[in-house]
């Protein structure tokens, strides 16, 4: 079993929708999770991040840990075309900032 | 925020040479850098963790003789992929850590690596 499982999609939805993007990790030592953004031919830029279990709100994002279950989402209300790209979740431990991420999903909103 | 830049972005070599990567903190000190390789459609897996002044720590299957990382100041880490091979060509990506946000990294633009 992979330490981070995401399914890569891909995910097409119309502009306006709400989007929810899955991650599910075995490793129960994950302290944070991240979320990265990635364009095509580009580095992945911050999006998010969590330390605990519950909902996190910045703007039309929502990240949600599930540390019970091992399982995390990140939710985009009201997607954009501009939020067309590659999402990454990438927990990590704290001891030594490594993170571990997921394959991504890609993203397309339709104008 | 941070700003971490990568040169060259896309670079083309012939199979048996030696390409040089270099990775740059522009506004800020990284005692940490991160040394990613990404496939194409693949996640983004560590290569290596580079920490100023002291040798990098390799994750397992990657060759250090290989894949010689040097972190010489609080700003730059260099990546070089020796006698690169067809099979090494793909997108490197570097990250790097700030001191006052301990476990956020920044992440450079990539540089794409064709070896023929």
């Known amino acids: 079993q992979k330490e981070v499982e995401q399914d890569p999609g891909p995910l097409s939805v119309p502009e306006g929708a709400i989007v929810s993007l899955n991650c599910t990790y075995s490793n129960s030592a994950f302290q944070y999770f991240m979320w990265y953004r990635q364009y095509s031919r580009k580095g992945p830029e911050l999006l998010m991040y969590t330390y605990s279990s519950g909902n ?37 431990l704290g001891s030594n900032y490594k993170l571990t991420f997921g394959k991504g999903t890609l993203l397309t909103v339709n104008p | ?39 194409p459609k693949q996640s983004l897996m560590l290569m290596a963790t580079s920490n100023e002044g002291s040798k990098a720590t390799y994750e397992q299957g990657v060759e250090k003789d290989k894949f010689l990382i040097n972190h010489a100041s609080l700003t730059l880490s260099t990546l070089t992929v020796t006698s690169a091979h067809p099979e090494d060509s793909s997108f490197y990506i570097c990250s790097a850590l700030t001191s006052d946000s301990y476990n956020e990294q920044f992440f450079g633009p990539g540089t794409r690596l064709t070896v023929l």
Do not use: N
Request: net charge positive.
């Open chain 2, 1 to 39: 925020g941070a700003v971490v830049s990568q040169h060259p972005s896309w670079v083309i070599c012939k199979s048996g040479t030696s390409v040089k990567i270099e990775c740059r903190s522009l506004d800020f000190q990284a005692t940490t850098m991160f040394w990613y390789r990404q496939f």
């Open chain 1, 56 to 92: 996190k709100e910045d703007g039309r994002f929502t990240a949600q840990v599930d540390k019970s279950s091992k399982y995390i989402s990140l939710f985009i209300r009201d997607s954009q075309p501009s939020d067309s790209a590659t999402y990454l979740c990438a927990p990590g």
